[in-house]
Every structure is written in structure tokens, then in C-alpha cells.
Antibody, heavy 118, light 107 residues
Framework: QLQLQESGPGLVKPSETLSLTCSVS??????????WGWIRQSPGKGLEWIGS???????YYNPSLKSRVTISVDTSRKQFSLRLSSVTAADTAVYYC??????????WGQGTRVSVSS | VVLTQSPGSLSLSPGERATLTCRAS???????LAWYRQKPGQAPSLLIY???TRATGIPDRFSGSGSGTDFTLTISRLEPEDFAVFYC?????????FGQGTTLEIK
């Protein structure tokens, strides 16, 4: 049974960098059939896809966030990570890591709430 | 691609049939359209992909249809766990985008 688990700080100061990690268990992060992605959900913007990464390191990002986002993968640790720089209150959201099967997100982590506040 | 879901909310009773719609601002290529259900306090979970293919373990009371710009999710007989929020998502164009959601409420 594939499981995804997000981890990281629940509170980030404005202008700093948000960093989250997703740990993958019960499955292969090096699968050729899947990407691994991040999606966030906030009351104001609903569900917003942030970006995805292939096990080889190929990434694609939402253009609206691209200048501030970095997604990386560590296959040896079965983890992938999100970094979002220069955060503002608008980045306050629940962040989910997902398995992206050619676009359809068929497995989701439970989500982690991140607040941006001084 | 902007996805507009209707209705915004729907009040029905267990056992009834629900029809939810999702309209795209442009053609969604190759029916790259998915539906998700989000129960309170949980992450969304995949119901339908490719507009009409049920995800693993999804019961046949859920069905998806449509192509181009108009898509429908039908739940033939509502169960208590179906009173939740439903989202459509297109993945034919980058960036992936989601609809604003339809809330299914118990009448």
C-alpha cells in the first residue's frame, strides 16, 4: 500500500523559504510510470498544482510559481522535497504531496498546514 | 484552462442520484479530465481519470462522461460517505488546474 507523508515546519516567516519533504513508503519512487508532485489548498485559491518531478530529476512547475519553486528528489531516501522562496501570507495553505500518474493524482499525503506569519 | 463546476452545492438524500458538471474554458485534450472526492478533514482522493475510467477500488456507482469542454460525474445511489466536496481537474495542459468544487450536502 503506497503511502505518502509530508513533513516540515508549520510556521514560516514572511520573506523566508518554505521547505517540505514527502516520504514515500510501500512503493517505488523510481517508477518509470509516475511523477511526484505538490499541490496546495487554501480557502482563497482552492486547489493549486505547484509542480511535479520525475525520479530522474526532470521537473515541471506551475508558471505562476515557477520563479520561487524548487522541487527535488532523493531516490536513495525515497523522498522528494519542495522549496518555496520569498513566502507571503498568500502562501498559507495545506500542502499535499501526491503521486502524479501522467497528470491524475492517484495517491495523496494527508497534508500539512503551513502558515506564513511573523 | 479555467474549470467551472456546477452547481456550487447540491442537497440530496442517501439513495438518490447526483449529477455534477464541469465545464472547461477550452477543449481538454484526449479527455485528460479527473474527478476527486474530498471528505471533511481529509485529502482529496481520485475517483475518475481519463474522463470516464474509475480509479482502483472505486465502486461502479460512480461514473464519468463527457469530452471537449463538458464533463459530468454521476453518482447513481448516494451513500453517506458521498456527502463531501467534489473537484474536477484537467491535466491536458500545463499548469494542471482544478475546478472550485461542488459540495454535496445531506437533505
Amino acid at each position: 500500500q503506497l503511502q505518502l507523508q509530508e513533513s516540515g515546519p508549520g510556521l514560516v516567516k514572511p520573506s523566508e523559504t518554505l521547505s517540505l519533504t514527502c516520504s514515500v513508503s510501500g512503493g517505488f519512487i523510481s517508477s518509470s510510470s509516475h511523477y511526484w508532485g505538490w499541490i496546495r489548498q487554501s480557502p482563497g485559491k482552492g486547489l493549486e498544482w505547484i509542480g511535479s518531478i520525475y525520479y530522474s530529476g526532470i521537473t515541471y512547475y506551475n508558471p505562476s510559481l515557477k520563479s520561487r519553486v524548487t522541487i527535488s528528489v532523493d531516490t536513495s531516501r525515497k523522498q522528494f522535497s519542495l522549496r518555496l522562496s520569498s513566502v507571503t501570507a498568500a502562501d498559507t495553505a495545506v500542502y499535499y504531496c501526491v503521486r502524479d500518474t501522467f497528470g491524475a493524482c492517484d495517491h495523496w499525503g494527508q497534508g500539512t498546514r503551513v502558515s506564513v506569519s511573523s | 484552462v479555467v474549470l467551472t463546476q456546477s452547481p456550487g452545492s447540491l442537497s440530496l438524500s442517501p439513495g438518490e442520484r447526483a449529477t455534477l458538471t464541469c465545464r472547461a474554458s477550452q477543449n481538454v485534450s484526449s479527455s485528460y479530465l479527473a474527478w476527486y472526492r474530498q471528505k471533511p478533514g481529509q485529502a482529496p482522493s481520485l475517483l475518475i481519470y481519463g474522463a470516464s475510467t474509475r480509479a482502483t477500488g472505486i465502486p461502479d456507482r460512480f461514473s464519468g462522461s463527457g469530452s471537449g469542454t463538458d464533463f459530468t460525474l454521476t453518482i447513481s445511489r448516494l451513500e453517506p460517505e458521498d456527502f463531501a466536496v467534489f473537484y474536477c481537474q484537467q491535466y491536458g495542459y500545463s499548469p494542471y488546474t482544478f475546478g472550485q468544487g461542488t459540495t454535496l450536502e445531506i437533505k
